[in-house]
């Protein structure tokens, strides 16, 4: 099984700044990562699909970037509505995982 | 508007069963591998099992393997959860979603099961 490990844990931010959020796989997911957002009570809802990819939607503010096993998730200038939990997640192997999620809030 | 909806979720006791439904609407459902995810209290996401469009196929983690079943019926586009043996640990809020290529993308709002004496 793949395992996932995001960091940071937390990080404390103010709106309009930007946002850095990192996965790391333990082995090669090539480039079958995703990125899901949720908020407190609320489902997750798909960010990025296959590293770079903006599911429909999805403000131009959200990018993804990497490969292999290190990637990374950008929001260029925070809104108030980005404060939230971010997880990645990977479909290169079965069973699909998660990572533990990266919280996201107001500093 | 695609939309998802769970229900059955419920106070059990450990060992007893429930059945978790999920409503699909606004897509061809019977096109879609489906699969449940479940979030534990204040924890993680956790990939519980999948179906084949054609409900030809089920994959489940390890965890539940043996006493979780999926299903699906493309004639009333919904989804099931079969879940016996409950454990302490089975507690979540369970999600279904539709998870094609195994990216997951709706999600319906969640059941919440508690698996408590």
């Known amino acids: 099984e793949i395992v996932l490990t995001q960091s940071p844990a937390t990080l404390s931010l103010s709106p309009g700044e930007r946002a850095t959020l990192s996965c790391r796989a333990s082995?090669?997911?090539?480039?079958?990562l995703a990125w899901y957002q949720q908020k407190p009570g609320q489902a997750p809802r798909l960010l990025i699909y296959?590293?770079?990819n903006r599911a429909t939607g999805i403000p131009a503010r959200f990018s993804g970037s990497g490969s292999g096993t290190d990637f990374t998730l950008t929001i260029s200038s925070l809104e108030p509505e980005d404060f939230a939990v971010y997880y990645c997640?990977?479909?290169?192997?079965?069973?699909?995982?998660f990572g533990p999620g990266t919280k996201v809030d107001i500093k | 508007e695609v939309q998802l909806l769970e229900s059955g979720g419920g106070l059990e006791q450990p060992g007893g069963s429930l059945r978790l439904s999920c409503a699909a609407s606004?897509?061809?459902?019977?096109?879609?591998?489906m699969s449940w995810v479940r979030q534990a209290p204040g924890k993680g996401l956790e990939w519980v099992s999948a179906?084949?469009?054609?409900?030809?196929?089920?994959y489940y983690t390890d965890s539940v393997k043996g006493r979780f079943t999926i299903s699906r019926d493309n004639s009333k586009n919904t989804l099931y959860l079969q879940m016996n043996s409950l454990r302490g640990e089975d507690t979540a809020i369970y999600y279904c979603?539709?998870?094609?290529?195994?990216?997951?993308?709706?999600w319906g709002q969640g059941t919440l099961v508690t698996v408590s004496s």
């Open positions: 979603a539709n998870s094609n290529g195994g990216i997951f993308d709706p």
């Open positions: 606004g897509f061809t459902f019977s096109n879609y591998a």
């Open positions: 179906i084949t469009g054609s409900g030809g196929s089920t």
């Open positions: 082995q090669s997911v090539s480039s079958y």
């Open positions: 296959d590293t770079s």
């Open positions: 997640q990977q479909r290169s192997n079965w069973p699909v995982t």
